[in-house]
């Protein structure tokens, strides 16, 4: 099977800085930072991740949809099929060391897998809101969307409102919404807010881009034909910066914590931090002065491609 893999480069010119790999999330792009860039906030001229002094590199998944790029049979596609392709492309960038790999939900499994598949790559490895393995949880959850994208007469549309249920807490809904009504539309603001989301997907993505992501999101582990976790963790060489949001109800604080547990004895080079925040899986793309403070250490001085 053929794929097409594209790319956009920031910042600094490949060789001359070092170089951060940044993975998006499910319904994301390459599109990073700049006037459109969904981390702008995290990366760019001035920033922690700064474009000044790092060279910023961002793969789209391939079938994500970008440029009407999709996946027709994504059965037996997985994500370390995903890491995989990203290490061919490094490979004919001239790119054979990585100062840091980020990215959230699925972005952030997939700095594990990348880590996991080559244990050498990269220095600084920051998989944030999410997990070296598909959970039950997570599974249930995207059985539930596989039935909405295949059964649903608006797939889009209904896939999205379920998933932001996932992303979002209770606390979050009533701490913005508060049982409130949307007076011109005579609804509540709640429901205003998610058919309003639900609409914007499916004007923008196609129904077979999510329909991968969703797949690819069941197929998340570092241990299939490996071994124990601890075996292949402990194998990766760069730092593990593990970031956690307290209240996800995704990729569960718990379960990072876990991670964390079973693997400070092996491995000197983890370190654990928590997102505060009432929002949920969501919090990565919201508290962004928490995420900055905890990654700035990581970015502040400059890096030169040696």
Partial sequence: MDFRLSYNLFGLPLGSASV?????????????????????????????????????????????????????HYDHFVLRDVANLFKEALDHLGVDRLYAAIGGSIGGALVWEMGASFPDLIENLIPI????????????????????????????YDARIHAIMCYRTPESFKTRFGRSIHEEKGIFNIDSWLLYHGEKLDNRFLLQAYKLMNHLLRTIDITEGRGSFEKVASKIKGSIHLVSINTDLFFTDAENRETYTRLMEKKANLH??????????????IEYDQLNCMLSPLFTNIHIQS
């Avoid at 001229?45 to 790029?69: E, R, S």
């Avoid at 654990?272 to 793309?285: K, N, P, W």
């Fill in 20 to 72: 951060v790999l940044v993975n998006h999330s499910l319904t994301g792009d390459a599109d990073v930072t700049g006037e459109n860039g969904w981390w702008s906030e995290l990366i760019g001229h001035g920033k922690v991740i700064d474009t000044q002094q790092y060279t910023i590199l961002a793969f789209n998944f391939p079938g994500n949809g970008v440029d009407n790029d999709v996946i027709e």
């Fill in 129 to 156: 809101a999410c997990d070296w393995k598909t959970t039950d949880w997570v599974l249930a959850n995207t059985l539930l969307q596989d039935r909405i994208l295949h059964n649903s007469k608006n797939p889009l």
């Fill in 272 to 285: 654990y931090h928590t997102i505060s925040s009432v929002h949920g899986h969501d919090a990565f793309l």
